[in-house]
């Protein structure tokens, strides 16, 4: 769990915001940290928080795979998810007696509304016995509907674990066809994608390159695979900050969501980034203001139809066993 001391806060709050700013940051942050004692409360927020919520109030940080498996072992009677809607709702399934919070509830996601229940129910009768496996990125329901969910962090290894010739998986095609790359397993798809990384081209890394030759270039999986090809590097959330972290490049281009470079640069002031990226809107709508408005007046509380719950925990349930 990253500790939260007002020095540390003291010294990063420099990296983030200008002194005119401090002040009232500072006092939004204690205010959110106070609420946070007086309720047990905890705070997880997701690679692709703002520094603000990132580098101040989290409790636990880290990519969709880390804050799956963070979620299963807190102590705490209260949980705000600083992320979107499906990780407020993954969060839910695996502390099903605890309060979990989400400040904007239309902190959604493309991925997640580009397949419903019935999508889901179609295919199977279309492929009657083929495993359905689910990217995180969808509502519990979907969830609920296939046999076993996967994050970007661990997919090659959930599709390999089924042992099987042929799987599907939803919803994300470019996740799927890259996956598709790296195993002789067959993948079936669905047409969704993420609203961020499918706008990457490789005519955009291609140039990168020429402008910045000495830029390692870092994409996530659910970029095109023709952007991947041409990139250096593909990895989950977790996996672009690791390679950061473990010193592989002075220089570097995170072609993903914009929080990704500005949270590590707050670390890594020795590493050059340059700040080529796409906002997500819905990560954007989480803010420092709202998670106090959470705390606060106890909003929204993600509430999870009883009918599905026991079904889509066992999806998530399976992934985290694999
Ligand atoms: P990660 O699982 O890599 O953190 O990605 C989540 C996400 O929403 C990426 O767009
Ligand atoms: Fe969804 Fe893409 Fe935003 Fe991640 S970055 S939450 S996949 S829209």
Known sequence: MQQVFPDQIKKKLGRIAAAPERISLTKKIQRINQLKKERNAVILAHNYQIPKIFHTVADIVGDS??????????????????????????????????????????????????????????????????PIITYVNTSAVVKAASDICCTSGNAKKVVEALGVPKVIMIPDEYLAQNIAKQTNVE???????????????????????????????LVHPESPPAVINAADFSGSTAEMSDFIKQGRADEVILL??????????????????????????HMQRITLDNILMSLEENKYEVIIDPSIVNKARLSIKRMLEV
């Not at 804050?67 to 969060?91: P, Q, S, W």
């Open 65 to 130: 795979l880390a804050l799956a498996r963070e979620a299963e072992k807190i102590d705490a009677d209260v949980i705000v998810v600083a992320g979107v809607h499906f990780m407020a709702e993954t969060t839910k399934l695996l502390n099903p007696d605890k309060t979990v919070l989400i400040p904007d509830l239309k902190a959604g996601c493309s991925l997640a509304e580009s397949i419903t229940v019935k999508d889901v129910i179609e295919l199977r009768k279309k492929y009657p016995g083929i």
């Open 187 to 217: 993948i079936l798809t669905w047409k969704g994608h993420c609203e961020v990384h499918e706008r990457f081209t490789p005519q955009e890394v291609e140039q990168l390159k020429k402008d910045y030759p000495e830029a390692s270039i």
């Open 256 to 281: 993903t969501e914009c929080s990704m470079s500005d949270n590590l640069a707050v670390l890594h002031p020795e590493v050059k980034f340059i700040r080529v990226c796409n906002l997500c809107p």
